[in-house]
């Protein structure tokens, strides 16, 4: 196999484990509140900003205890979210549930502008700038970092889902809320550890960003949306398919960038979406077209 | 108890160390203390306007350019002014290359603040909206706009304080042809009017010489990964890659092109020489090539004085925008000064008439289609400092 | 709702435009004119989106690039030398035919999918606009467009402003309240009842998405001869939240609510100028606290007020032959 094709399917791949990553966010909070969070990018960005910005840069925290101290910032985050911007709409229609997000990512996006100023920040992360070579294409180290964390945490989820009573909990009322609230399950509390879970794994898909691709206000706009593509590439509120989709959407750009062209990338990228919905809207794990319950 | 300076403004930088002092007093203490203490001009002010981008993605640039400008005017009337008037300036937000922001700002400034002369917009897209407005209302603006369509409008009131990109593009072209030996050359941009008009001017000026790119390739300003475009040049054999583009792309372009290991040789439009893309690259910076108006380590005199007064006031070395802004500011005080009647058109006719002026970046001269800078440099990162190795005039 | 209410709001709008035709220029200086006109092109818009998402509840993000086809063409029209009113048709003429192509697969979509189909339709022209520089100008985008030669002339261009913006207000007015209106109002409420009762679904669905496709590229044809420059910027996909922001917070399905909401978007802002950094984050905010509080927007809250007031003023209780309905 050539160097080149290589090259080109490992930082597919890369790029595709972080819409992977979102992705899984949005599915989790689509399948237990019924809301599309279009600022789960934003919420990526505010993790890396919150530790290169502080943790990092003004506090110099070690590596990994940086990691650590953002996420369980990203928790309380995620607590808040639930309390002041899910818990005032939920009741809303799907339309105004969308604006609301869009303007919490509005609002993201502007104080850490506010906060940390208009630069970019650079991080160096756990690995630097290494390099590995795989089957004699160097890549950076950072990369298979991103896929080996992603499916350690599909792996862990997984886990949680099945063998802990929260996990379990939290796998009922993602799948019918009402039928698990019958059933004595605090959905209210359950719908709020939701969001803080989908705040950390944001948090996570910042921290390992951060090194390849700054930190920048406008880091989360493109993932967003990229990572909405890969949810409905997979089949909507399907969790493999948001791995599945996200892998897949990045392989597509990426290759699709050098042999066609690097010009139109995101009409590529984005007609075969556009394809994709008209032809088959239910993806690729065929989930039937779920609209809020 | 005032005490009249009468150094002619705009000769802010060769100063002696007690006034760089003094002065770097002046701008913090101004915004402290009642204007009681140093000699205040006291005639009418001169409304000045300022559209910058505030906010959105290129604040980082704004707050510079409202640094360069706000530090002139503040010096200029601690020294009394122009003919014993203050200059007042007013900013408004243009948000960057946005057509309407921009055209909303300028209206503004022009029916509102009724400022005599303008700085900015900086935005090609920001600009061109605005000359009509200018020519409306007779004030003249100056900008540092490098899109050579900004001085392709025959509007006689905008003049383009930086290198222009076709004049630019021109002495990268020849200095990566001749200093270099590159032949096989690649072209990349990034997808918008500052890239390409950029990268037109740089295929004109290597059309001019003979040569045409092998491979041309393009991103966006949120483009993250550039493996595609990499490898295409790689499996097309360049020497070496000219590139226009922004701040954060270049960033990682060049570390990309590092980690791939590629040996091709990269030079480019002016980001590649400024902080952002040496602070983001690190060290796969070096050797990266670049056409620019101002480098921060330059160690010409000028420069050297410069840097402490800035320094002094804002607590960070000088950048290109803030530079450029300073000097415009300066630009128009000297006009000012100059003309017939502190008024548009007065400036606008005292301006056409500079030539050979120095300032702190280079020395201003006005050329008819309204560009007043006709040299540049050539500089290479060495490490992630970049160094000036030619001084190329047009 | 019977005709003669209807008479009276067609002749307040009009009346309310001759006014602002009238007075405006007199009473507020020339940058707040040119501020008035840049929220009329606003309105237009906002009340196209209305039409598709409050009316119709579905949810397009394609308004961005309607807005965007109409101007473009327009302005390439203008370029080779056609006058206006016929590239203004032409324009407008195409615009709606796209709509109808997007109206189409549109039909099978709803919800997160429609948008996200939307988006991408939206971001794929915005590529294209700046890709396709032979036609478009490309990056630089088109300057001086010829317009109605009013370009820049801010209260020249007012009284048309107001007209098409009146007219644009007025059409939907009458068609809420329209048989065509109320069958399409029930509709968005319940898709299957709807169904039940034999309504032309697909026939509404892509009307309505024609409908804001006009909408869109007569503001795109005003936005040309207000300020006689166009570049991609103005139309990136992501200035479609701003659309949706002006509906949301106006009042989603109100006609009322749609002008409220542009009018707050574009006025809000230069109020709020002092703030410069930190006012997108107080916009965010609003956003979603009216979203939270006022589920019928400002227009809710405004014929709110104004029904406690009416019953305030009579406290007789008055039998009700017909069911209100929002204006």
């Known amino acids: ?293 | 108890m005032t005490s009249r300076h009468l150094d002619a403004p705009g000769r802010g930088a060769r100063v002696s160390r007690r006034a760089a002092i003094g002065t770097g007093l002046a701008a913090v203490s101004a915004t402290l203390l009642p204007a009681t203490v140093r000699a205040q001009p006291s005639g009418e002010p001169i409304p000045i306007g300022c559209a910058a981008a505030l906010t959105a993605q290129f604040a980082q640039n704004g707050a510079w350019m409202k640094n360069g400008v706000s530090l002139a005017a503040k010096q200029i009337n601690d020294k009394g002014g122009v003919k014993g008037r203050p200059i007042q300036l007013f900013f408004e937000d243009d948000q960057g290359p946005n057509p309407t922001a921009a055209s909303n700002a300028a209206i503004k400034l022009l029916t509102q603040s009724k400022v005599v002369a303008m700085i900015g917009p900086h935005f090609t897209p920001a600009i061109l909206p605005v000359e009509p407005l200018l020519a409306q209302h007779s004030v003249p603006a100056l900008t540092g706009a490098t899109g050579p369509v900004v001085t392709q409008q025959h509007n006689d009131w905008v003049f383009r304080v930086r290198l222009n990109d076709t004049t630019g593009a021109v002495l990268l072209v020849k200095y990566v042809l001749q200093n270099l030996g590159w032949k096989k050359i690649g072209i990349d941009y990034v997808n918008t009017a500052f890239g390409q008009s950029g990268i037109d001017a740089v295929k004109a000026a290597l059309t001019a010489q003979g040569i045409t790119p092998i491979a041309t390739q393009t991103h966006l300003d949120s483009t993250k990964d550039f493996t595609a475009q990499l490898l295409t040049f790689q499996q097309a054999g360049v020497d070496g890659i000219i590139v226009w583009t922004d701040d954060q792309p270049s960033g990682l372009l060049v570390k990309q092109l590092k980690t791939l290991g590629m040996k091709y040789g990269i030079a480019g439009s002016t980001t590649f020489s400024q902080p952002p893309f040496l602070s983001l690259a690190g060290d796969a910076a070096d050797g990266t090539y670049s056409v620019t108006d101002f480098v921060q380590s330059n160690t010409d005199p000028t420069i050297a004085a410069w840097k402490p007064v800035y320094h002094a006031a804002y607590g960070e070395d000088p950048e290109l925008y803030a530079t450029t802004y300073y000097d415009a500011m300066n630009l128009i005080a000297f006009a000012a000064s100059q003309a017939s009647s502190i008024t548009g058109p007065g400036i606008r006719d005292a301006l056409t008439k500079i030539k050979d002026r120095p300032g702190i970046m280079t020395s201003y001269s006005w050329s008819p289609e309204g560009n007043m800078v006709h040299s540049g440099l050539i500089a290479v990162a060495k490490g992630t400092v970049p160094t000036v190795v030619a001084v190329i005039k047009e | 709702m019977d005709s003669e209410r209807l008479g009276w709001k067609l002749a307040a709008i009009a009346g309310l435009a001759v006014v602002m035709a009238l007075g405006l220029p007199r009473l507020i200086d020339p940058y707040y004119v040119h501020v008035v006109d840049v929220t009329l092109i606003n309105v237009v818009i906002a009340i196209g989106l209305n039409l598709v998402l409050g009316f119709g509840g579905q949810i397009s993000f394609a308004q961005s690039a309607f807005f965007g086809i109409g101007a473009y063409t327009f302005g390439a029209l203008q370029a080779h030398g056609w006058p206006a009113i016929a590239a203004a048709s032409v324009a407008v003429v195409l615009t709606a035919c796209i709509g109808a192509l997007l109206g189409w697969p549109a039909l099978r979509l709803r919800g997160h999918y429609l948008a996200l189909a939307t988006i991408a339709f939206s971001l794929i022209m915005g590529e294209l606009m700046v890709d396709l520089d032979m036609i478009t100008g490309g990056a630089n985008g088109m300057m001086n467009i010829q317009g109605l030669g009013l370009a820049r002339d801010d209260i020249a261009m007012l009284p048309i402003l107001l007209a098409v913006a009146a007219v644009g207000i007025g059409a939907s007015v009458v068609f809420a309240s329209s048989p065509a209106g109320l069958r399409v109002r029930a509709f968005r409420d319940n898709a299957i009842a709807a169904q039940a009762a034999g309504v032309n679904i697909r026939a509404l669905k892509i009307g309505l998405f024609v409908a804001s496709a006009v909408y869109a590229s007569v503001a795109g044809v005003c936005y040309c001869c207000l300020l006689g420059y166009i570049s991609p910027d103005v139309f990136a996909w992501q200035t479609t939240f701003a659309y949706f922001a002006m509906v949301v917070v106006g009042g989603l399905g109100s006609n009322l609510g749609a002008p409220l909401g542009a009018m707050l978007y574009t006025l809000v802002p230069e109020w709020l100028r002092f703030l410069q950094e930190a006012y997108f984050v107080i916009f965010g905010t609003v956003v979603i606290i009216v979203i939270a509080v006022m589920p019928g927007g400002m227009a809710g809250l405004v014929t709110g007020l104004f029904d406690r007031l009416c019953r305030a003023l009579r406290p007789r209780p008055v039998a009700k032959a017909t069911p209100e309905g929002t204006p």
């Open chain 1, 1 to 293: 196999m050539s160097a080149t094709l290589i090259q080109l399917v490992l930082a597919g791949l890369a790029m595709g484990a972080v819409y992977a990553l979102v992705a899984l966010g949005y599915t989790l909070i689509w399948n237990a509140v019924g809301i599309v969070n279009f600022a789960q990018g934003d919420v990526v960005m505010l993790g890396a900003y919150f530790a290169v910005g502080w943790c990092v840069d003004t506090w110099h925290l070690p590596i990994g205890i940086d990691l650590l101290v953002m996420l369980a910032f990203m928790a309380v985050f995620g607590w808040a979210f639930a309390t002041f911007v899910y818990r005032p709409v939920r009741n809303a229609s799907q339309l105004s549930a969308i604006v609301a997000t869009l303007g919490l990512g509005m609002v993201l996006e502007n104080t850490v502008v506010l906060i940390w100023g208009p630069q970019s920040l650079g991080f160096a992360g756990p690995l630097g700038n290494a390099t590995v070579a795989v089957f004699g294409a160097r890549i950076y180290a950072q990369y298979p970092l991103i896929l080996v964390v992603l499916l350690l945490l599909m792996c862990a989820q997984e886990g949680m889902f099945r063998f802990t009573s929260i996990g379990r909990a939290m796998r009922a009322t993602a799948q019918d809320a009402e039928a698990a609230r019958l059933m004595g399950i605090k959905t209210q509390n359950i719908t709020t550890l939701i969001f803080i879970y989908a705040s950390v794994l944001a948090g996570i898909a910042g921290w390992l960003l951060a090194p390849v691709f700054y930190v920048s206000a406008d880091m989360g706009v493109r993932v967003s949306l990229e990572a909405f593509a890969a949810c409905i590439l997979g089949g909507f509120g399907s969790i493999p398919g948001a791995l599945i989709g996200g892998l897949l959407l990045g392989v597509i750009e990426s290759l699709g960038g050098f042999y066609i062209s690097s010009e139109y990338i995101d009409v590529i990228a984005f007609g075969v979406l556009f394809v994709t919905l008209v032809v088959r809207p239910e993806g690729i794990f065929g989930e039937p077209q779920m609209e809020r319950p």
